[in-house]
């Protein structure tokens, strides 16, 4: 072990391209991962503290079955838990990053032409040891919050909605009693979560204020059905009349005014339980294209402001090819030509009134006049009567996070 702890000594300036290395073996055998933003997230953070504790235990030839699992990794193993995914996925994980890890070090030492001697057979014990206990603790972990999870109410009603969402023939009286909802009623769904910077703590709180002033704002004052699908994550149904509106900018000023860093894509309006499931995946999609959007999205994102674009989240390569075909060159990432693309939608949307387009953008007439004939020459065309083609490519590049 003496010879392994020079050798890993020397190596240990090389850890982050270690974990990258076993993030990126991890991601291509794991789908629950890779299309998962925030469990990707959970995987780097655990898999960057993993390889420097391991590491460095090594180097300074601590005893590797002492140490504890780090704050990442059991971060991690709660939220497979909450999200249901199988723990047998989690184990795996682990296993593929110790491959992965002690590959990377051989292979370094083969580069560098050293000597491995008896060391390659202790690097490959001490690795061992150390993931053997992680996996240990990761494991209890996520035994402990999946019991937590499953028996609370939280995730009685995860059950129910998961049976109303995917079931083939959910039983509907049972449902509604298990949820105290209605399901014969007319929905709006929601989806609330919070940013990416937020940790958090404080997370029902941060959501009942949230609903307290959605519901505020919209005047309701019937039912509603909250249900987390993880620590940061919660969806929304509220059961509306045939009159119901919201105000997206007036509800954004009320979250801002309360200090409520929860986002909002809130779904269209539908009725009964097909209404029920029509509205959530509206939502979903909505949130989609708000999260695509990163920082430029609203707080507060609905489907009457972005419905076409929504029903175009699940296409993508033929909304590429849309807006590549219809743009033309007005299409690039450039930003000058992301400042033209803006100026003549709001221009369409403005009923052509350069008066009008000028006040939304605060900028002069002649400023949007001169814009909008860079933008058209770079189209390729001119401004006919149907504009909708035109509109439509331009709304894409708004929210779509390709085109910035």
């Known amino acids: 072990m003496t010879e392994l ?28 991962f890779a299309n998962d933003a925030r469990l990707r997230s959970l995987l780097a953070a655990a898999a960057t503290e993993n390889v420097s504790a391991c590491m460095h235990a090594i180097a300074l030839g601590s005893r590797l079955d002492t140490i504890d699992a780090p704050t990442a990794g059991i971060e991690h193993a709660r939220i497979l838990a909450q999200r249901e995914v199988p723990i047998t996925v989690l184990l795996r994980a682990y296993r593929l990053g110790q491959t992965r890890f002690v590959e990377g070090i051989l292979e370094l030492t083969r580069e560098s032409k050293t000597d491995l001697g008896t060391s390659a057979l202790d690097l490959v014990r001490a690795v061992a040891l150390y993931i053997d206990r992680m996996s240990d603790q990761v494991a209890n972990a996520y035994e402990v919050e999946r019991e937590l999870w499953v028996g609370s109410k939280a995730a009685q009603r995860q059950h129910w909605v998961g049976e109303l969402l995917g ?53 309701l004052r019937g039912e509603y059905l909250s249900v987390p699908t993880d620590s940061t994550q919660v969806r929304i149904w509220l059961s509306v009349p045939d009159s119901f509106s919201v105000d997206p900018r007036r509800l954004e000023a009320d979250l801002l005014e309360a200090g409520s860093p929860v986002r909002l ?25 708000a999260v695509g ?38 299409a690039s990432l450039d930003p000058r030509c992301r400042e033209l693309r ?48 035109l509109q439509l490519a331009l709304s894409i590049c708004r929210w779509s996070h390709q085109h910035g």
């Open 265 to 289: 894509a809130i779904g269209a309006r539908r009725r009964g339980v097909a209404g029920f499931r029509s509205s959530a995946d509206s939502a979903r999609k909505i949130k989609s294209l």
């Open 293 to 330: 959007a990163g920082m430029k999205a609203p707080q507060v994102l609905t489907h009457a402001e972005v419905a076409p674009m929504a029903l175009l989240t699940e296409n993508a390569d033929e909304v590429r090819t849309f807006v590549a075909e219809t743009l033309g060159d007005l």
């Open 342 to 389: 803006e100026t003549l939608l709001v221009y369409l949307e403005s009923n052509r009134s350069y008066h009008v387009a000028a006040s939304r953008l605060h900028v002069h007439r002649n400023t949007v006049h001169y814009r909008v004939t860079q933008a058209m020459e770079q189209v390729g065309g001119d401004l006919g009567d149907d504009t909708l083609a």
């Open 5 to 32: 702890k020079y050798l890993v000594r020397e190596i240990l300036p090389h850890r982050e391209a270690l974990t990258n290395d076993v993030v990126n073996a991890i991601l291509e055998s794991i789908p629950e």
């Open 167 to 219: 079931g083939d023939n959910p039983d509907i009286a049972r449902a509604e009693a298990a949820l105290r909802y209605r399901l014969d009623a007319w929905h709006v769904a929601v989806e609330a979560w919070l940013p990416g910077d937020q940790d958090g703590a404080g997370m029902l709180g941060d959501f009942d204020r949230a609903v307290a002033i959605l519901r505020t704002a919209t005047h």
